[in-house]
């Protein structure tokens, strides 16, 4: 992630881009000047005049652009992605992924998943506080903490000259030193076990599959060197390999389906091919050395000559570690990290449930080797209910998780939501009575999410509890002013108490927030005709 530069004109060749998106019957454009980068969505009537204009000066750049680039927007102390994402292939400005199902706007909040992975971690709080205007040019990427752990010991004792060689007999009571040789004062990923190292490297890609922090946790917990299992458990679905022939999986679930692999006993990992230091200038003579690190040149059964005469020459990953064709903004796998021998075959059946621990449909990915995997039933809960939207076969899974969380764990704020919002679909006078209690439940334990205090709010009002119904969802807008329901519930509830003028301000308010809300427009104009 990068601050953005206002002067990067590139990117807005003439100074001003517009987009226009049929489907949606909106407009966006991006407007550069001397200081500032913007961008717009608006609407226009029939009559070409605009019916709302919503504006917001981008402040960073996620990609290094290769694919292409997502920015993020400041409001209030939250991050959102903007409407707009530039490709580079072909170069134009586009609706970012995911921005074509509905009216997004500026509301898509960036969380701190998102920034973990995107940016290092001294920059991580600034950034996640978009407090950077005073800092302009400083450089918010991937740092080198991200993969060498905290630097501070290390700089104290190279500092103190503290020798090197005899740390190494040191070892620190409590701590896991992971670390085999060397400067222990930091993390040289080289002189880890490989499974550790691929760890670090993990900690950011294997991006599409589910990730949930064990409980308590939060992403920047994790340490270079440590297992990542004790800050965040990954998942994969243990079926999505029907997909794969088509979509490989992620990088590492796919290498470790490798004969490479598996035959060299865990060997191979991340950085078996890849040092993060050097962006190879020849690939294929590159990915050749390493590969003949573990083979010989004649183990290949393809003649030398028929190798030599494609371009380019011999580059053996490019036989055997086939691509896909489009590059697009997203977190899906380009090179299929599985070597293979011929490249239209199949994965074995069941190739992702070896990459891990099964736990019904889900493979936990990165279990520890040779330790008992333990995944908390909440951990478990947590991952499917990520997964359930996308994936409604998984359903069955999600309640059965629900209910042995519920045993489990009665008095934890998210298991109490799920339940409530497990009810809240029988739209039941029983199964009401029941949400509002789990509802109740999981806000008394102070659950962050807006829509569980909407959700009560909602339920609150159709059983007649007009009252208390506003309390809660005025409490709820003022933990996040940033979830539109809240404001239509909240006008709702006014009404129903006859009061009329706030019902109003309420809707006003929606559309200061939201502007893009064409069905809270109309409501308004509605409620303003003289009656
Ligand atoms: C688990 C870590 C992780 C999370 C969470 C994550 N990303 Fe990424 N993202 C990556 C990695 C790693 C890549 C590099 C792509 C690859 O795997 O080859 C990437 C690539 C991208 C790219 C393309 C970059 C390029 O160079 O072309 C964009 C844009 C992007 N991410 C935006 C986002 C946004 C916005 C969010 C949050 C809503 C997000 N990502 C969340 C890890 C993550
Ligand atoms: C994406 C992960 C990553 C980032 C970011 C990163 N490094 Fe590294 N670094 C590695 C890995 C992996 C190695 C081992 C490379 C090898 O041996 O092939 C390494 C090796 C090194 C070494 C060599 C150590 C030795 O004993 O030879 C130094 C020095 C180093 N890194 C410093 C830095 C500095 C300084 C930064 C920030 C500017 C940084 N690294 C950022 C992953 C990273
Ligand atoms: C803190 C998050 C993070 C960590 C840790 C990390 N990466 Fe990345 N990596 C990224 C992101 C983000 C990108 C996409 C490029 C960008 O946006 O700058 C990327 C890109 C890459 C690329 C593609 C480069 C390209 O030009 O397309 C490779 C290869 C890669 N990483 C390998 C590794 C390896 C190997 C490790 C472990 C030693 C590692 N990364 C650790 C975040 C990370
Ligand atoms: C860490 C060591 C290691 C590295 C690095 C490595 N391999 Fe392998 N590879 C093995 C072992 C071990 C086997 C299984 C025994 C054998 O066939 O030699 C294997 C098997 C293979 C096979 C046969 C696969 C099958 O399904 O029968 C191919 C093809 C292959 N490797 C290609 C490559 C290519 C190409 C690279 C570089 C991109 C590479 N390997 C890097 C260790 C490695
Ligand atoms: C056997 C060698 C090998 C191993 C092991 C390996 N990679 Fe790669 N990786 C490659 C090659 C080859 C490419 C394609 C590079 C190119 O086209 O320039 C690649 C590309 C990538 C890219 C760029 C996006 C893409 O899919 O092309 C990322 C990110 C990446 N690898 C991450 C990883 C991670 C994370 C691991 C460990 C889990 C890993 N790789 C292990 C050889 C390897
Ligand atoms: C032009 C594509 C191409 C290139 C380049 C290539 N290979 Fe192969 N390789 C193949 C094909 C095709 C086969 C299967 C041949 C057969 O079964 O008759 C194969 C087979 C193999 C096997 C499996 C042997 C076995 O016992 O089944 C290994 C290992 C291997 N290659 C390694 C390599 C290495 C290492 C390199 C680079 C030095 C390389 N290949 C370069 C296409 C290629």
Not at 161 to 170: H, S, T, Y
Not at 210 to 228: E, I, M, N, Q
Not at 385 to 392: D, G, H, Y
Not at 503 to 514: P, S, W, Y
């Amino acid at each position: 992630m990068s601050l953005v530069n206002p002067r990067d004109t590139l990117l807005v060749a003439g100074g001003s881009v517009t987009v226009q998106n049929q489907k949606l019957h909106r407009w966006f454009n991006v407007l550069a000047n001397e200081t500032d980068i913007s961008q717009s969505e608006f609407e226009l009537d029939t009559n070409g005049r605009e019916i709302f204009r919503d504006t917001h000066s981008l402040m960073y750049a996620i990609g290094s652009g290769h694919a292409g680039r997502t920015y993020l927007v400041r409001r209030g102390n939250s991050l959102f992605e903007a409407p707009l994402s530039y490709y580079s292939t072909p170069a134009k400005w586009d609706l970012s992924p995911g921005y074509e199902s509905g009216e997004v706007g500026f509301s898509r909040r960036v969380d701190e998943a998102c920034l973990t992975c995107h940016t290092g971690r001294v920059q991580l709080v600034l950034a996640s506080e978009g407090n950077s205007s005073e800092q302009n040019g400083a450089d918010f990427s991937v740092s080198c903490e991200n993969c060498h752990g905290p630097g501070q010991q290390h700089v104290k004792e190279r500092s103190a000259g503290i020798p090197i060689l005899n740390r190494l007999r040191r070892a620190q009571p409590g701590v896991r030193s992971v670390q085999e040789s060397g400067d222990t004062s930091i993390v040289n990923p080289r002189r880890l076990q490989e499974w550790l190292a691929d760890n670090i490297c993990m900690s950011c890609h294997e991006a599409s599959s589910t990730r949930v922090l064990r409980p308590g946790k939060s992403f920047s917990d994790f340490r270079p060197g440590l297992p990542l299992d004790e800050t965040a458990v990954i998942f994969a679905i243990r079926s999505s390999q029907e997909a794969s022939r088509s979509m490989p999986l992620q990088h590492y679930t796919s290498m470790v389906a490798s004969q490479c692999y598996q035959a060299s006993r865990g060997k191979l990992g991340c950085l078996s091919c890849h040092d993060p230091h050097s962006e190879p200038v020849d690939p294929a003579s590159y990915f050749r050395q390493k590969c003949l690190a573990c083979h010989a040149d004649a183990d290949c059964r393809l003649s030398l000559e028929v190798r030599q005469a494609r371009v380019p020459a011999n580059d053996c990953a490019g036989c055997h570690m086939p691509k896909r064709g489009l590059r697009e903004i997203s977190h899906s796998t380009l090179t299929d990290h599985r070597i293979v021998v011929r490249s239209d075959e199949p994965y074995p059946a069941d190739a992702i449930a070896q990459s891990g621990t099964v736990f019904g449909s889900l493979v936990h990915v990165n279990a520890i080797p040779g330790q008992p995997d333990q995944v908390p039933a909440v951990t478990l809960l947590e991952a499917y209910s990520a997964l359930v939207p996308e994936n409604p076969s998984l359903e069955g899974d999600y309640n059965l998780a629900l209910d042995r969380a519920a045993t489990t764990n009665p008095n934890s704020a998210s298991v109490l939501s799920k339940l409530g919002w497990r009810c809240y679909k029988h739209d039941t006078p029983d199964a009401r009575i029941r949400a509002i209690a789990y509802f109740q439940g999981s806000i008394a334990r102070d659950s962050k999410s807006a829509a569980d205090y909407s959700a009560l709010g909602d339920l609150l009002l159709k059983s007649g509890r007009s009252e208390e119904a506003l309390v809660v969802l005025r409490k709820g807008i003022a933990l996040d002013q940033y979830y539109p329901r809240s404001y239509k519930l909240l006008a709702l509830c006014y009404i129903a108490l006859g009061q009329y003028k706030e019902a109003l301000d309420a809707m006003r308010q929606a559309l200061d927030v939201f502007p893009e809300d064409s069905s809270m427009r109309n409501l308004l104009r509605r409620a303003q005709l003289p009656q």
